[in-house]
């Protein structure tokens, strides 16, 4: 395959329009760290239009089967274009180029469920006449859209979190203005050139590009921004929600994600299943495995089905159909995880399979012997690494699942349904998955953490509670 995008100064979308800068950042594909585009940098007066023309364009009516059709031409247009795309996030996140295509479908069904969403969205009454006084009266309540949305989203997965973010926004009546994260900014100008082609009106999406510290300020600084939505680092996190002041603010911040497997697990099953949600997308996913428990009494039979697995997997060029892992998103970041593992075998952690960097590249890397007090079982590594440890005991298998600022998603393979409620009750995170990893999603779920990780819940219909607030209208008749 060869690139789809030329090298060309790619521009802001602000207010319908096209807005190119002098000034430009270099995109890079990530296997061959070539320049594929060239996109523009915003400036404070580019911000402010675009958070002008977003709060201007909510005086416009947008009813709801009009975001319906838009956002079911928009996920139309996705597909049309889905090899496309593929290739874009191939090249700009360096994500295999399978992987890339089930992106592609999941941001169109992304779409398509805000779509069906945006008909949907409802009050309901309250029954306020059963109160003393007030037997002449009746109410209801209904959602009303928060306003101007400022979503700004990672570099990891740069299609569908942006639809997961900008799609329930326009499907709640909102205006957006997308800062989409520097490094892989070019399929969010894709999705930005489909909206239009979908109808979108003027102004209700608007896209900012540039350096993240200096435009997420900017969008913090202006008070007509209504509500934020992040994806990121909890440092970030913690940063926005502080300066966002009384405003709404929905946070997604990571995990180190821990997966029990219990020793009546289907052995062949979990390992795999461990394996492969641990190192897709080179492990720079937030709910990709990172911590491993295995009852000692399979853990031996575990760990060698583990291994085989993860040797089965072709690390190399991810536009390459046979390619399994692709390069990490940049070489600071592979030299970073090259640390954490190295730090982790002199306090006396085992490298099982992998521990090897090559530029851009780590291996996918297991490690035992090790404890929750290692950085890459205390931090979130995010990237192809995943610690493997035992247990015996149930209540102390969750303990160490707990022991955890994070708090996104756990999973636990068992048939014992007893262990399943008490884990359900008692890990504190977001979602927990029973008898698969705490890698598995589905975009119409309810997605978000407790703790570290955040707050707030993504997934179309959650995501639009977020977005919206609940007004009650009380008639005196």
Known sequence: MTTTVSIENLGLFIDGQWRVKRTTSDVLNKYTQ???????????????????????????????????????????GLRERLEELATILAE????????????????????????????????????????????????????????????ITPFNVPLNLVCHKVGPALAAGNSVVLKPAEVTPVSAIMLTEIFEKAGLP????????????????????????????????????????????????????????ATIVHKDADIEQSATLVAQKSFNNAGQVCISVQRVYVHEDIY?????????VTNSFVVGDPKNEATSIGPMIAEKEAVRVENWVNEAIKEGANVETGGKRDGVFYEPTI?????????????????????????????????????????????????????AMKAANQIEVGGLIINDTSGYRV???????????????????????????????????
């Open 443 to 477: 975009d119409h779920m309810p997605y978000g953490g407790v703790k570290k990780s955040g707050s707030g819940k993504e997934g179309p219909k959650y995501a639009i509670e977020e977005m919206t607030e609940e007004r009650i209208v009380v008639f005196n008749l």
């Open 202 to 257: 003027v102004g209700r999406l608007n896209v900012v590009t540039g350096a993240g510290p200096k435009i997420g300020n900017w969008l913090l600084g202006n008070d007509d921004v209504d509500m934020f939505t992040f994806t990121g680092s909890p440092k970030i996190g913690r940063l926005i929600k502080e300066k966002a002041g009384l405003r709404k603010v929905a946070l997604e911040l990571g995990n180190n994600s």
């Open 300 to 308: 031996e039979s575990f760990l060698i089905k583990m291994k085989d």
């Open 92 to 151: 700009e996140v360096g994500k295999p180029i399978s992987e890339s295509r089930g992106e592609v479908e999941r941001a169109a069904l992304t779409l398509e469920i805000s779509a069906e969403e945006a008909k949907r969205i409802h009050g309901e009454g309250v029954p306020v006449e059963s109160a003393p006084g007030s037997e002449n009266r009746q109410a209801f309540t209904r959602r009303v859209p928060v306003g101007v949305v400022a979503a």
């Open 34 to 76: 070539q320049v594929i585009a060239k996109i523009s940098v915003a400036e404070e007066q580019d911000v402010r239009d675009a958070v002008t023309a977003a709060k201007q364009a909510i005086t416009k009516s947008f009813h709801p089967y009009e975001r319906y059709a838009v956002l079911k031409n928009a996920a139309e």
């Open 367 to 419: 490690l035992s012997n090790v404890n929750n007090d290692m950085k890459v079982c205390r931090e979130e590594v995010f990237g192809p690494v995943v610690a493997v440890s035992t247990y015996n005991d149930v209540d102390d298998v969750i303990a160490r699942v707990n022991d955890s600022e994070y708090g996104l998603q756990a999973g636990l393979f068992t048939n014992d349904l007893a262990f």
